[in-house]
C-alpha cells in the first residue's frame, strides 16, 4: 500500500552522509504537499466535508384570466377585454369567439389585443364566448361570455300624412328593446298637442285643428316612457276644408282594399284637369264638365289614414276633398248593440280601449229603432243609422253570407244630426233577389280603428 509520509521520508534521507539532502525537483515536493493536504476529503465519506447539491424546483403553472367575465354589447356594437398570462414570461395570448382564432361575421370578431365587434345580427348561438390562449402554454386558456342584443328601436307610422282641418289620422307606435311598452306622444313638443297645432291621444290618434296653423306641417311625436332618449316622429300637413261643393265616391275604403275607380263630382272641370291623389297625380278620366274619374291603386291603401284629393287644371286647384282609409278589423273592445234578433259577433273582445263610435238605432227611412231595418230580397232600401261618434270616414259594412246584402258607404252628405241633436247616417242597402232570410249585423269603424256593432240590424224577410 502507498504511503505517501515513507515516501517523503526516503526523499529526505536519500543524501551523502553528513549532508542535507534536497529533493530533486521542487515540483515532486509541491505535488506530495498537495495530496498530504487534498486526501483526506477523498474517498468514502465518512468525513463531513462533502457538498449537498440544492433541490430542483417544480416548472410554474400557466394560467389565463379575462375581464370583464361577461358582457351585453348591442349588434353592431363592441366591447374591449383584457387577458392576464401568469407563470410565463410570454404573456402572448390568441384571442377566439366561438372557437374560432378572430372570430368571424356571424359570432362576431376579435382584434390581437381583445377589442370585440359583435355582428351585425343576433347570432343562432346566444351568448358567444370569447378565449384568450396561452402561446406559451396552448392548453391554458380564459373566457369570457357575450349577450348580443338588438338595439331598442321607436318607429310611427305613417311616417308623413296630410289632414283636412278637424279631421283626424290615427298613427301607430312600434317599441322594441324596453319591457315597458308606455308612451308620451306630443304635436310640436306639447304633450298631448293643443288647439293650435292639433291634439294627439294617448293612442296616437291625432286631431287636426280647426283652422291650418302656421307653418302649415307639424311634428307629432312619441317618446318612450321607460327609455326617454328613445322617440319617433312623423311629420303632418294640416290641409283647408275641403270643397263645399263636390263629392268623392267612395269616401271611404279599408286598408289593404284591392284598388278601385274613384269617381269626383264637382263643376268646372275640362280635359285637361287632373286628379291627384295623397299628392300623386293619377290617369285622369275626363267625363263631363262636371265629373271626372281616376284609378287608386291597392298600393296607395296599405296605410290607414285620411288622404287628400284635389282636382287641378292649369297650376290652379279646382277642389279638395278629404278619402278615408280605415284599419282593418282586429280584436279590440266593440260597442255592441242589437235589435230583437241577437245572434252571436264573430269579434274577440279585450279591454283595453275605449271606443267612441257605437250604433245605437237602425231604421227604414226616417224612422230609426233598437229594432232594426226590414228588407225584402232583391229591392234597395234607404236606412238611417242613429249612434255617437259617427262622421264622415266611416266605414260599414253587413258582413257574412255571402255578401248578399251590400250597401254603398256614405259620403259626406249622408252625415247628419237628428232632430234630437245625435249624429246620424244614412246608408243604401241592397238584398240579393237569393238572399237568405234572415237577420244581418251592420258593422262600423272609422280612421282611428274603432268598431261598433249593430246586432241584428237588418232583417231579410220573405219575398
Keep these: 500500500m502507498f504511503n505517501p509520509f515513507e515516501t517523503l521520508a526516503a526523499n529526505l534521507s536519500h543524501s551523502n ?22 486526501l483526506p476529503s477523498c474517498g468514502g465519506g465518512s468525513g463531513g466535508g462533502s457538498v449537498t447539491p440544492p433541490p430542483s ?14 358582457a351585453s354589447v348591442q349588434t353592431g356594437g363592441s366591447q374591449q377585454f383584457s387577458a392576464t398570462v401568469t407563470g410565463s414570461t410570454n404573456t402572448s395570448v390568441t384571442w377566439t369567439v366561438n372557437g374560432v382564432s378572430g372570430g368571424n361575421s356571424t359570432v362576431g370578431q376579435v382584434s390581437s389585443n381583445g ?37 331598442a328601436t321607436i318607429s310611427v307610422k305613417p311616417a308623413t300624412a296630410s289632414v283636412f282641418v278637424g279631421s283626424t289620422q290615427q298613427f301607430q307606435v312600434t317599441l322594441s328593446g324596453p319591457s315597458n311598452t308606455a308612451v308620451t306622444w306630443a304635436v310640436n313638443g306639447v304633450t298631448g298637442g293643443n288647439a293650435v297645432v292639433g291634439t294627439v291621444s294617448n293612442k296616437g290618434l291625432y286631431t287636426a285643428p280647426a283652422a291650418v296653423p302656421a307653418p302649415s306641417t307639424v311634428t307629432l311625436s312619441v317618446t318612450s316612457q321607460a327609455s326617454p332618449s328613445l322617440s319617433g316622429a312623423a311629420s303632418v300637413t294640416v290641409l283647408a276644408a275641403s270643397s263645399s261643393q263636390g263629392s268623392l265616391s267612395p269616401v271611404v275604403t279599408m286598408q289593404n282594399s284591392p284598388g278601385f275607380t274613384l269617381t269626383v263630382n264637382g ?109 225584402t230580397p232583391g229591392t234597395q232600401t234607404s236606412v238611417l243609422v242613429v249612434g255617437s261618434g259617427l262622421q264622415p270616414g266611416d266605414y260599414f259594412e253587413v258582413p257574412g253570407d255571402g255578401g248578399d246584402v251590400t250597401l254603398n258607404q256614405p259620403v259626406a252628405s249622408d252625415f247628419i244630426t237628428t232632430t234630437s241633436g245625435q249624429p246620424a247616417v244614412r246608408l243604401t242597402l241592397t238584398a240579393s233577389s237569393t238572399a237568405a232570410p234572415g237577420p244581418r249585423n251592420l258593422l262600423a269603424t272609422n280612421p282611428a280603428g274603432e268598431v261598433a256593432v249593430f246586432v241584428g240590424a237588418v232583417n231579410v224577410g220573405g219575398p
Design 17 to 38: 552522509p553528513g549532508r542535507r539532502s534536497i529533493p530533486r525537483s521542487a515540483a515532486s515536493q509541491g505535488l506530495l504537499i498537495s495530496l498530504l493536504i487534498f
Design 57 to 70: 424546483q417544480p416548472a410554474a403553472t400557466v394560467s389565463v384570466s379575462v375581464s370583464p367575465l361577461s
Design 115 to 151: 377589442l370585440y365587434a359583435a355582428p351585425a345580427a343576433v347570432p343562432g348561438t346566444n351568448p358567444v364566448t370569447i378565449a384568450a390562449v396561452s402561446q406559451a402554454d396552448p392548453t391554458k386558456s380564459g373566457s369570457a361570455s357575450i349577450q348580443i342584443t338588438t338595439p
Design 267 to 375: 263643376s268646372g272641370f275640362s280635359r285637361g284637369s287632373q286628379v291627384e291623389f295623397n299628392g300623386v297625380a293619377q290617369t285622369t278620366t275626363f267625363v263631363s264638365s262636371s265629373q271626372l274619374t281616376a284609378p287608386v291603386s291597392s298600393s296607395d291603401l296599405t296605410q290607414a289614414g285620411t288622404y287628400p284629393v284635389t282636382v287641378v287644371d292649369g297650376g290652379t286647384q279646382l277642389a279638395s276633398f278629404a278619402f278615408y282609409v280605415v284599419p282593418g278589423i282586429k280584436s279590440q273592445t266593440v260597442s255592441v248593440n242589437g235589435g230583437v234578433e241577437s245572434p252571436g259577433v264573430n269579434i274577440t273582445l279585450q279591454a283595453d280601449s275605449n271606443p267612441q263610435l257605437a250604433l245605437l238605432e237602425v231604421g227604414a227611412g226616417n224612422n230609426a229603432t233598437t229594432g232594426g231595418a226590414q228588407i
